[in-house]
C-alpha cells in the first residue's frame, strides 16, 4: 500500500527561516506562492522582467526577481514553469546559480526523469505534486481544505530531501487531505500513460468515434453531440464524487446493463493490448524521445493536429451547442 502523509504528521519547521522561491506565476506558480506564504513561509518570485506575470506578482505583494537572483537567494527553489521551456531556463538562469545544499523541486518529474535535465549532486531534489490544476489548488486552500499530491525524492543530499518536500506539500495544503510518497519515475510514467490512454487521447477518441458513427448512422450531429460529448461531463462528475459504483447507481438500470454487458465488447481485450505499447514506449524513452525532437522543431507536427481536431465535426457542432447555451466553448 502507498505511504501517506497527513497534516499532523508532518513536521514543517525544517524550512521555516528558509527562503523559498517559486520560478514562475502561471496557474501553479501564482497557488503554490500564495499558500505557501499564507502558511507562514518565506516567498520570493522569480520571473522574466519582461515577463507579463512580473506586475502581478509584485502587486499581490510579492519580492519578485529575475530568475538568476531568486535562485541565488533561495534555499529552495520551486521550479513552476511548463516542462517544455524548463530545459533553456535551467540552463541558462538555473543551473550556473544553483549552489551546495540549495534544494530544487518540480512538479513533474519527466525532465529529470528522462535526463532532460541533470541537477548537480550536492543539492536536494526532489517533487510536490498536486493532483489538480493551480486554481483548484488556491481555492481548496482558502476553503480551509485542500487537494492531494504526490511526493519523491530524487537525490538527497542532505539527508532531509523527504522532509522538505513533505513541509512544501503542508505548505500548499495538501496535506490536509493526504500526500502520497512515490518516485519521480513512477510518477513520470503514470502520468504519460494515463493522458495517452484515458484522460486526453483515450477520451478524445472515444467520444469522436461514438460522434461519427451516429452520424453515419444518420443521426442529426447535434443529437449525437449530446450524447456522446455534453453527457460525458454528467458521467465523470458521478464517478468523481461516487466512483464507477456510485455512477453506475446514479443512472437508469437500461443505462447500467447496456453499460456492463456491452461496455466491454467495445474496449475490448485488443484496446487493452494496444495500452501496453503506449505502455512501452513510455517506459523505454520512446515517446519523450519523440517528443523532445517535436519540441525541437517548434512543434509543427502538434500544431497541423490541432487544427485536425478544431476542424472536425465534433468540434464545429460543439461550438455551436455551447454558444446556444451561454457555455464558452
Not at 68 to 85: G, M, N, Q
Not at 92 to 110: Q, R, V
Amino acid at each position: 500500500m502507498a505511504r501517506i502523509y497527513r497534516d499532523h504528521e508532518i513536521d514543517d519547521s525544517i524550512l521555516r527561516g528558509s527562503i523559498i522561491a517559486v520560478i514562475g506565476y502561471g496557474s501553479q506558480g501564482r497557488a503554490q506562492a500564495l499558500n505557501l506564504r499564507d502558511s507562514g513561509f518565506n516567498v520570493v518570485v522569480g520571473l522574466r522582467r519582461e515577463g507579463v506575470s512580473w506586475k502581478l506578482a509584485s502587486s499581490e505583494g510579492f519580492e519578485v526577481l529575475e530568475i538568476p537572483d531568486a535562485v541565488r537567494k533561495a534555499d529552495v527553489i520551486l521550479f513552476l514553469i511548463p516542462d517544455t521551456e524548463q530545459p533553456n531556463v535551467y540552463e541558462e538562469k538555473i543551473k550556473p546559480n544553483l549552489s551546495e545544499g540549495k534544494s530544487l523541486c518540480f512538479a513533474h518529474g519527466f525532465n529529470v526523469h528522462f535526463g532532460v535535465i541533470r541537477p548537480p549532486r550536492e543539492v536536494d531534489v526532489f517533487m510536490v505534486a498536486p493532483k489538480s490544476p493551480g486554481a483548484k489548488v488556491r481555492e481548496m486552500y482558502l476553503q480551509g481544505k485542500g487537494v492531494p499530491a504526490l511526493v519523491a525524492v530524487y537525490n538527497d543530499y542532505s539527508n532531509r530531501a523527504l522532509q522538505k518536500a513533505l513541509a512544501i506539500a503542508k505548505g500548499i495544503g495538501c496535506a490536509r487531505v493526504g500526500v502520497i510518497e512515490t518516485t519521480f519515475k513512477e510518477e513520470t510514467e503514470t502520468d504519460l500513460i494515463g493522458e495517452q490512454c484515458v484522460l486526453v487521447g483515450g477520451l478524445m477518441e472515444l467520444i469522436k468515434k461514438g460522434f461519427e458513427v451516429l452520424v453515419e448512422e444518420g443521426y442529426q450531429p447535434e443529437v449525437a453531440y449530446f450524447e456522446v460529448c455534453n453527457e460525458a461531463k454528467l458521467i465523470m462528475d458521478l464517478i468523481y464524487s461516487g466512483g464507477l459504483t456510485g455512477m453506475l447507481r446514479g443512472v437508469s438500470d437500461t443505462a447500467k446493463y447496456g453499460g456492463l454487458t456491452v461496455g466491454p465488447k467495445v474496449i475490448d481485450e485488443k484496446v487493452k493490448e494496444n495500452m501496453k505499447i503506449v505502455v512501452k514506449a513510455v517506459k523505454d524513452g520512446s515517446f519523450a524521445k519523440d517528443w523532445i525532437e517535436e519540441c525541437a522543431s517548434g512543434k509543427k507536427r502538434l500544431m497541423e493536429l490541432m487544427k485536425v481536431i478544431e476542424n472536425h465535426k465534433l468540434e464545429v457542432v460543439g461550438r455551436e451547442i455551447r454558444k446556444l447555451a451561454g457555455i464558452e466553448g
